[in-house]
């Protein structure tokens, strides 16, 4: 992702906020990548929810069918 489009994904995040409670956040990346998006998305994404990076989809999965208990 540029950094256009992650703002762009961030800016979104932020408005499902005003519509109401939201659920946990996987994010799966590349680690190089953690600390830009952990900057960025703790920034504009912030809300009362749990957010948690991976660097695979199962384990992303994994996470947040726990979060669902």
Sequence with gaps: MTGEELLAVCFKIRAYHE???VGALAIV??????VEFARLL???AAADRPIKMFSGLR????????QKS
């Design 19 to 21: 519509q109401g409670p």
């Design 29 to 34: 990346c590349t680690p190089e990548q953690i």
């Design 42 to 44: 703790g920034a504009l």
């Design 59 to 66: 384990q992303a999965h994994s996470w947040l069918g726990y």
